[in-house]
């Protein structure tokens, strides 16, 4: 399928989503790793994996729409990606069909695709607060708490410093369910507050959800 979605935010923000349906060998032919990137690839054992790490590297070459475009990844001490050569801030994401990442030049931002799944039912009360749980309520649960996952995974990855509470220091304002739509949402840290847009969209049986901040 290749690129399914690439967008851009405004001049310096740019959001990309490749569905996967190519076999490795297509990724392999599309990209030049270096031998860091070698051995690191040669160590993944799951196709899958190896598919996720790789279509995200291609796909941020398609939405800059340059081949040579730097896209070796590296991670700071808190696990957040970086560039060495380009200055935007990165954030990647990638759950079973899809890879996803979002760009900025002058914005934190963060980003996460996640599969709506039941199982989400079982841990509410490890990422969401009381005030939280309670507007989920109704026929819209599972779509509504696969949304607040996602929107915290994306305030996590732009806040970019860990050590946070998806509870505590990560909250979303209330909104009403809908496929595609956007809320503010907050990283209160200490005396601080960051406050973010997030925006949300329903794609096949996925969510896509990002965050920037304000």
């Known amino acids: 399928m290749g690129v399914f979605l690439k967008r851009h935010i405004d001049e310096n923000i740019l959001i990309g ?29 799951h ?16 939405i800059f729409e340059s081949p040579d475009i730097e896209t070796e990844i590296h991670y700071d001490n808190n696990g957040k990606p970086f560039f060495t050569t380009l200055k935007h801030h990165l954030s990647i994401s990638h759950s079973g069909i899809f890879s996803a990442c979002i760009l900025s ?30 507007f989920t309520e109704g026929i819209h649960k ?5 949304i607040l996952w996602g ?10 410093k860990g050590e946070l509470s998806f509870i505590d220091n990560l909250k979303l304002e209330e909104f009403d369910y809908c496929e595609k739509g956007e809320t503010k949402g907050f990283v209160i840290v200490d005396d601080e507050v960051f406050e973010h847009q997030v925006f949300f969209e329903k794609i096949d049986d996925y969510f896509l959800v990002y965050s920037i901040e304000i």
Not at 142 to 146: A, D, N, R, S, V
Not at 151 to 160: D, F, I
Request: hydrophobic share 40%.
């Open 142 to 146: 599972i779509e509504l708490l696969t």
């Open 17 to 45: 989503v490749w569905e996967i349906t190519e076999p490795v060998d297509f990724f392999l032919s599309n990209l030049t790793l270096n031998e860091k990137e070698q051995k690191l690839f040669n160590n993944m054992k």
């Open 105 to 134: 030049q002058k914005k934190k931002v963060g980003i996460d695709v996640e599969k709506i799944s039941a199982k989400l039912l079982k841990i509410e009360h490890k990422f969401l607060g009381e005030n939280e749980i309670i």
């Open 47 to 62: 196709d899958l994996r190896r598919t996720h790490w790789l279509s995200y590297r291609l796909l941020i070459k398609e």
């Open 151 to 160: 929107a915290k995974e994306a305030l996590y990855k732009s806040y970019g």
